[in-house]
T-cell receptor, first 115, second 110 residues
């Protein structure tokens, strides 16, 4: 079965640079979520989109923005990168409404290293 | 979403059943119990979810108590590849984020 695809798998940037992470959800899923996981931490929710509109917002820095496009893929844009932004970034997708619960399915993440 | 409580760590012998408990005493009527696991540096993997009935799939079984205040994830024959952090998360039926708290670090030993 098709899974959530994230690109790139690894990214190395310098401080103050920008980065763009991409996420392709499971076909027919209408909701995309972004998570950040620092070393030794649990995944932290950043932001989500339903039908191309922002649906929820978590601890996403103002330097970050995201959007969902008409084909449902999503991009996380990160500017003025800081050393502390080094982390794994996961994307997940789901169906917004189902009769039997709506599990999120995660991609394998992008490992961002800021030097 | 209701808060969950899990043991910090557990060990299990290879080939034996792994029983991972979770308390969710404040769960509300329309909230599901979800289980995920994360193998080191990989994306969280969905395992199973349930509302009030016990559930089983190819990966695991989920036993939910009648009052729904606790549940147990059962891996019937644990292998070394089941070593991971297991998260029990309560979430409503509608679409919405998962909030990851402290999970259980399961170590399967030969």
């Amino acid at each position: 079965a098709a899974g959530v695809i994230q690109s790139p798998r690894h990214l190395i940037k310098e401080k103050r640079e920008t980065a763009t992470l991409k996420c392709y959800p499971i076909p027919r899923h209408d909701t995309v979520y972004w998570y950040q996981q620092g070393p030794g931490q649990d995944p932290q929710f950043l932001i989500s989109f339903y039908e191309k509109m922002q649906s929820d917002k978590g601890s996403i820095p103002d330097r970050f923005s995201a959007q969902q496009f008409s084909d449902y893929h999503s991009e996380l844009n990160m500017s003025s990168l800081e050393l502390g932004d080094s982390a794994l970034y996961f994307c997940a997708s789901s169906l917004a409404v189902t009769r039997k619960g709506s599990p999120l399915h995660f991609g394998n993440g992008t490992r961002l290293t800021v030097t | 979403d209701a808060k969950t409580t899990q043991p910090t760590s557990m060990d299990c012998a290879e080939g034996r059943a792994a029983n991972l408990p979770c308390n969710h005493s404040t769960i509300s009527g329309n909230e599901y119990v979800y289980w995920y696991r994360q193998i080191h540096s990989q994306g969280p993997q969905y395992i199973i979810h349930g509302l009030k009935n016990n559930e089983t799939n190819e990966m695991a079984s989920l036993i939910i108590t009648e009052d729904r205040k606790s549940s147990t994830l059962i891996l019937p024959h644990a292998t070394l590849r089941d070593t991971a952090v297991y998260y029990c998360i309560v979430k409503g039926n509608q679409g919405g984020k998962l909030i990851f708290g402290q999970g259980t670090e399961l170590s399967v030993k030969p």
